[in-house]
């Protein structure tokens, strides 16, 4: 069975940084586009970066440009999110998403962030 595992969260203070990573496995990595998403409490969750296809162009939300990048490694089924700069904004749980584009999508349990000093 698919499965996405997060890691890499905790508690940062402002201006620091983290790298978050998410392990696929039971699905073939290559073909799914890879997306971060997040939620902070009392808000709707949004996408961080998206890529609008596999291993293609990546969107990212206006508010993190600059200071957040997603890269994917196929050979270890990973994706990343380097986020530096961290705000207290920031703050949120951050979930992978594997999209295969019009069949099926599968979400990672998350991974808190928190950014505070």
């Known amino acids: 069975q698919a499965q996405l595992v997060e890691s890499g969260g905790g508690l940062v203070q402002p201006g620091g940084s983290l790298r978050l990573s998410c392990a696929a496995s039971g699905l073939s990595f290559s073909a799914y586009a890879m997306s971060w998403y997040r939620q902070a409490p009392g808000k709707e969750r949004v996408y961080v970066a998206v890529e609008t296809s596999a291993g293609g162009s990546i969107n990212y939300l206006d508010s993190v440009k600059g200071r957040f990048t997603m890269s994917r490694d196929d050979a270890k089924s990973t994706v990343y999110l380097q986020m530096n700069s961290l705000q207290p904004d920031d703050t949120a749980v951050y979930y992978c998403?594997?999209?295969?584009?019009?069949?099926?999508?599968?979400w990672g349990q998350g991974t808190q962030v928190t950014v505070s000093s």
């Open positions: 998403n594997a999209r295969l584009i019009g069949l099926r999508y599968y």
